[in-house]
């Protein structure tokens, strides 16, 4: 463990075993050298680094604390897994993707795009992934009981068969890309401006849902406990692009176009507003 690393202008730090763990921030004075950790080791940083090359290849990079590493700092090899002992913002010069996140009862703020592999659990009030105007991407479903999942502009993406049952789902201004089923019953959503499909999905649980765009994609959208309303062209090109309303409510504020595909309700209200245009 070294408390303090303040300056080096070359030579090397460097664990291939246990930890590695600087417990203050790192300083820009920082101005050459390397640090590296490889293999198992849990690297521990936080900081502004400066014009450092550090190595995390096949490490977990812990966050006591905010960590920048897009002025100066290079990534020789990236971390395999990210966890969190302290609120942190952490910000790279390109997109981060890892295997696991471990938020750890913590708030992560992403400077840059995150990709995670495994899938994430968010099940505290603390736990938060804040991710302004950078996209999120999870390759295996998360779920969230409690919690918080903010973006302000980015893209979150979500895989098949992703169930959350608590927490805070803020999309604001933002894009949401499904693969397949999403249920959000008994969370606080805040509506994407942007819906967009990769597969065909079932929606549940979303209440009384306005967006600006739905963008099918050659899929199917059926709505179960949740009324839509769209404010802009919804166009239906492909014979696979549906929606299937069951008993909930769809309406579209702008002239749709229909070259193939179809609407479907079975008891709900469909409000088609303008003149219907033909492709």
Do not use: C, H
Not at 40 to 49: I, V, Y
Not at 105 to 118: C, E, F, P, Q, Y
Not at 162 to 176: Q, V
Not at 201 to 223: K, P
């Amino acid at each position: 463990s070294i408390n303090t690393l303040t300056s080096m202008a070359s030579g090397s730090l460097s664990a291939t075993s246990g930890t590695l763990e600087i417990t203050t921030a790192l300083d820009a004075n920082i101005s050459g050298g390397t640090i590296t950790s490889t293999g198992l080791t849990t690297a521990t940083m936080s900081g502004d680094p400066g014009a450092v090359t550090i190595d995390l290849n096949a490490s977990t990079l812990v966050l006591n604390g905010s960590f920048d590493t897009s002025t100066g700092t290079t990534i020789s090899n990236p971390p395999t897994n990210l966890s969190l002992t302290a609120d942190a913002t952490y910000t790279t010069g390109g997109a981060v993707s890892v295997t696991t996140l471990s938020l750890g009862d913590k708030a992560l703020t992403m400077g840059s795009d995150l990709s995670v592999t495994n899938a994430v659990t968010l099940n505290t009030s603390t736990e938060q992934i804040i991710t302004s105007a950078n996209s999120l991407t999870f390759t295996n479903a998360p779920s969230m009981s409690a919690g918080q999942i903010t973006s302000t502009g980015g893209n979150i993406s979500l895989p098949a068969s992703t169930t959350f049952t608590g927490g805070t789902f803020d999309l604001t201004t933002s894009t949401l890309t499904i693969a397949g089923d999403l249920s959000v019953t008994g969370v606080s959503l805040t509506a994407p401006s942007i819906l967009t499909l990769t597969g065909a999905a079932t929606l549940t649980g979303a209440n009384n849902l306005s967006i600006t765009t739905l963008n099918l994609g050659n899929a199917a959208l059926t709505l179960n406990s949740t009324n839509l309303t769209v404010a802009g062209v919804v166009a239906f090109d492909d014979a696979a692009e549906r929606i299937i309303t069951g008993s909930n409510d769809l309406t579209l504020t702008s002239a749709f176009t229909m070259n193939q595909g179809q609407i479907t309700s079975s008891g709900g209200s469909l409000t088609l507003q303008g003149t219907p245009a033909a492709g």
